[in-house]
């Protein structure tokens, strides 16, 4: 079997739950698990949470939610984005909470429902102009949905667009949420909960906190959140080793297109993971890998399978050696070393988001306590 592996470690995401239940509180946290729990696998994910006592998890697809039904997972479930499809009888059939933002939506729901009640959470677009009733709509879909025989509106949410970056835009989104609490309750619906802060806004805007806060990649490691230091850690390490060892002659070139030549008589190093495992390819010529405790530049172009470094500089290198690509690893006088997700993102142009979403199916993952867990 390849030596390539995502290593995730439970007793962290667990440890991030609860610092965010801290920072939260007395709100209650729902876990934001959908796109397979950002990579790290949702059905281990949720059962750990779960067994946490989280307050709820939320995804954002129906068969995210019915795949964590069949998986056992008994606690509230809110499905974001609501039901594409036909899938509204499953939906309420496996005691899901949708949210809505169109009222074919809760037509739908209540003829799935045949007449029993339903509770749904209804989102407001203050801003985010994604999904979401508009506030200049609210009051007019409201008095449709006052007509839809059943439905009941158990929860009010938002979602906001700069929580990280813009604190002018969030204060403007809160204060149009605020609005729409008012229209709402004015059509004479009184939501149990009103929820509007993800991870950056749990962290940063302590208004923005209400009943319920929506935290994903906090959950993960990391608060998204500038200038606020947090005792998170990151649970996701991808790990391959050294299949092969070559010297290469100054001026050599390596990989598709020669993207790079060795200034210098250079040691390379191949690690069997690539772009087909979600590895980034904008990380060739300048992400890293840690080797022995030290930073081996990626060198040539990432292909899909199979991935160069420099290993000139790492004393003892040897075919059978761990790489690290994000994550911890210990050097032979046990220093810790770090790459977190944070760093590949900032040299390949995107967010930590995508790093982890993206570690495809073919890397297989296993689950326990990590290093910094263990330590
Ligand atoms: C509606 C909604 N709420 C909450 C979140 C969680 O965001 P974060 O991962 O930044 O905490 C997301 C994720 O994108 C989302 O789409």
Redesign the pocket.
């Known amino acids: 079997m390849r030596p390539t592996r995502a290593e995730i470690d439970l007793e962290a995401i667990a440890h991030n739950y609860r610092v965010v239940s801290e920072v939260a509180g007395p709100a209650k946290v729902l876990a934001?698990v959908?796109a397979d729990a950002?990579g790290h696998g949702v059905v281990p994910v949720a059962r750990r949470l779960q067994q946490e006592g989280a307050r709820g998890l939320?995804v954002?697809l129906a068969e995210e939610g019915l795949e964590l039904r069949e998986a056992g997972i008994h606690t509230d479930i809110v499905v974001?984005n609501g039901a594409y499809g036909h899938a509204h009888g499953e939906v309420l059939a496996a005691g899901l909470t949708p949210v809505v933002y169109d009222i074919a939506q809760v037509e739908a729901f209540a003829a799935a429902a045949g007449g029993r009640a339903f509770g749904v959470h209804l989102k407001v677009d203050t801003g985010m102009a994604r999904l979401g009733v508009p506030l200049a709509e609210l009051g007019r879909f409201l008095e449709r949905f006052g007509a839809i025989p059943g439905a009941r509106i158990d929860g009010l949410m938002t979602?906001l667009a700069c929580a990280d970056s813009d604190d002018g835009f969030t204060a403007e989104q809160l204060q149009r949420f605020t609005r729409a609490q008012h229209v709402v309750r004015a059509h004479g619906h009184r939501p149990k909960v009103l929820h509007a802060a993800?991870?950056?806004a749990?962290f940063r805007h302590p208004s923005s906190r209400y009943d319920l806060v929506?935290?994903?990649?906090?959950l993960f490691g990391f608060p998204?959140a500038p200038g606020v230091e947090a005792a998170l850690r990151p649970a996701m390490r991808l790990r391959s080793e050294v299949v092969a060892l070559r010297w290469l002659e100054p001026g050599a070139p390596v990989g598709y297109d020669g993207t790079f030549r060795a200034a210098r008589r250079t040691l390379l190093a191949t690690i069997p993971v690539g772009y087909g495992d979600g590895l980034m390819r904008m990380g060739s010529n300048r992400g890293a890998a840690l080797l022995r405790g030290r930073r081996a530049p990626i060198v040539g172009n990432i292909s899909m399978d199979l991935t160069t470094l420099d290993v000139t500089d790492v004393p003892g290198v040897a075919v059978g050696d761990e790489a690290v690509l994000f994550g911890s690893q210990r050097g032979p006088d046990g220093e810790l070393a770090r790459i977190d997700a944070t760093e590949v993102a900032e040299a390949c142009g995107t967010i930590p988001?995508e790093v982890l979403c993206a570690i495809s199916r073919r890397v297989p993952r296993f689950y326990g306590p990590g290093p910094a867990s263990r330590s």
């Open positions: 934001v959908k950002y939320c954002a974001l979602h993800n991870s950056a749990t929506r935290c994903g990649i906090a998204n988001y």
